[in-house]
């Protein structure tokens, strides 16, 4: 029997995690529901090492995102062979990966997030439903009365109520299904005046997807896969924009879009305690093993491991002939081939350094994925529905070019902070990287409240932003935050019995709610610092 809660969350990634423990720490009754069967969503389930700002280490993220990050190293400092100078690191980054100063293996994040929900489960405050897809939405007057799940495992079907509603799916799925006003894909120019939007809407101009997967590598054994079944096409695709075929290491640089040789080398002889990680210095993408490296060998004991472990979210899997948001199970089956057919690549035809072909030795490792066949449980998907907003963020409040390095909106309502490059893989409407610099920003209350609904809010990359801003408001710590700041919203919202549209638009309202935000240790606005 599921109980009826206060704070029904939909969608077990890192927004509706952190939703979550930010309502039950308030005291409230919380349903935390998730498709998959692992909790964690770009951490775990999508495998996607975090990406992250170069001062995360001393500011810019909550509090609670930090208590993640350092557990997460707990748990190598305890249970790994890790050598003693690594061992000693405040910093440790056991991946040695140059996406982040935290790239780990999957499980340890899955681990570490069980452990922080797992008191609250204890004290009967919170039930969650793994395996559980929403199906349909009821709602009236504004207010959304139920929402029911289907159950993956038998297709029970289970109808929920709660006071309020976070929708913290992959793809804004309950703004659909509940008839919640929202944008997808790209905005006219004309509705924001973003120098780098569409003369028109562009609804299925989507960022592209991957299905990631880990690595690593065995000299002298012989792991290749069977022949892909999309494989033939894979292997002659050339992207109208794209220096080459893209199953090739030249792609073009995010930045410049000029065509760059990637280099792929396994297991480096370089010593992980040399590798930096910082991305407003160098990108760290050129070198593909170690990019994305959730595990290095060299950090550990001689004997502990024969390979390290390398995670594939590459140029050369991104996905984009489809839009994933209204046509999932075909865009999914289709990156799914194309991830394979890489692996066949590199295990077959991948040009060595050596002159020769081929990586046979690369095993896929299913052990890190959790999965049969060693692709991710779930795609990992950049960009989402987003409601219709009392506050929209746009180009012009985070563009290096048009704010300067030191600017960026101020925000009167700013719930969190973070900072990224406007990002944009390549998209469904057949641009490019679309990746350009940007300041350290705000997160707006006003982002999360959606214009006319009353009891749900978004909980992940479904905020008030547009397609353009949606580049850097998508990552890690800033889908914890909001996740955060919307399930301290709701349990505040019940307690004082209020509405989000009040404690927003209210000065003193909303200053009561700040006030509780700074006491949980999230960071509302940024020291002086610079963008890139």
């Known amino acids: 029997m599921i109980p009826e809660a206060d704070i029904l969350v939909v969608g077990g990634g890192l927004g509706g995690v952190a939703a979550a423990l930010a309502a039950c720490r308030a005291g409230r009754s919380v349903v935390l529901t998730e498709e998959t069967d692992w909790i964690g969503g770009q951490l775990t389930s999508q495998a996607v090492p975090p990406d992250e700002h170069p001062w995360v280490e001393q500011f810019g993220t909550t509090a609670s995102y930090r208590r993640l990050r350092e557990e997460i190293r707990k748990y190598y400092r305890h249970w790994y062979p890790l050598r003693a100078e690594a061992l000693a690191l405040t910093d440790l980054n056991p991946g040695a990966g140059r996406v982040s100063k935290l790239c780990h293996e999957p499980r340890v994040a899955l681990a570490v997030l069980e452990g922080m929900l797992a008191p609250h489960r204890a004290a009967g405050r919170l039930t969650v439903l793994t395996e559980h897809r929403p199906i349909s939405a009821d709602s009236d007057n504004d207010v959304i009365r139920s929402v029911t799940l289907k159950d993956l495992r038998d297709g029970t079907r289970r109808t929920l109520t709660a006071r309020y509603v976070l929708d913290a799916t992959e793809t804004g799925a309950l703004l659909q299904l509940a008839g919640v006003e929202h944008a997808n894909g790209a905005e006219a120019r004309a509705e924001f005046d973003e ?63 000029e065509p760059v040789p990637r280099t792929f080398l396994p297991n480096p002889t370089l010593d992980p305690l040399r590798v930096s990680a910082d991305q407003s210095a160098d ?7 170690g ?39 075909e865009a999914l089956c289709e990156a799914r081939q194309l991830s394979l057919s890489l692996l066949y690549w590199l295990q077959t035809e991948a040009p060595r350094a050596d002159g020769g072909t081929g990586f046979p030795g690369l095993r896929i490792r299913p ?166």
């Open 195 to 257: 120098p780098h939007a569409p003369d028109e809407a562009q609804p299925l101009n989507q960022q592209g997807i991957t299905v990631c997967f880990a690595l690593s590598h065995h000299e002298g054994e012989d792991h290749t896969i069977d022949r892909p079944q999309d494989y033939d096409f894979w292997h002659t695709y050339q992207p109208s924009f794209w220096p080459g075929p893209l199953l090739g290491f030249e792609a073009p640089d995010p930045r410049t879009l």
């Open 283 to 289: 990108a760290g993408d050129k070198e593909l093993w």
């Open 291 to 329: 990019f994305r490296r959730i595990l290095a060998r060299k950090l550990h004991s001689p004997s502990a491991f024969d390979s390290d472990i390398t995670l594939v979210n590459w140029p050369l899997n991104d996905y984009w002939l489809k839009p994933y948001i209204g046509q999932e199970a």
């Open 367 to 532: 052990d890190v994925t959790g999965t049969a066949d060693g692709l991710a449980k779930a795609a990992y998907v950049r960009e989402s529905r987003r409601i219709k907003a009392v506050t929209t963020v746009t180009e012009h409040d985070v563009a290096i070019d048009l704010v300067g390095p030191y600017g960026g909106t101020r925000h009167r309502d700013s719930v969190g902070v973070g900072s990224y490059r406007i990002d944009l893989h390549p998209s469904t409407g057949g641009d490019n990287y679309i990746d350009i610099g940007s300041v350290p920003f705000e997160i707006p209350l006003g982002a999360l409240v959606p214009r006319r609904v009353r009891n749900l809010l978004p909980a992940g990359k479904n905020i008030g932003t547009t397609h353009i801003t949606n580049g850097c408001y998508r990552l890690h710590p800033v889908e914890w935050n909001v996740g955060e700041v919307v399930g301290a919203l709701a349990a505040h919202c019940v307690a004082e019995d209020v509405e989000p549209h009040q404690v927003q638009a209210e000065d003193k309202r909303f200053e009561e709610f700040a006030q509780l935000l700074d006491r949980d240790g999230v960071q509302r606005h940024w020291p002086d610092v610079r963008g890139y």
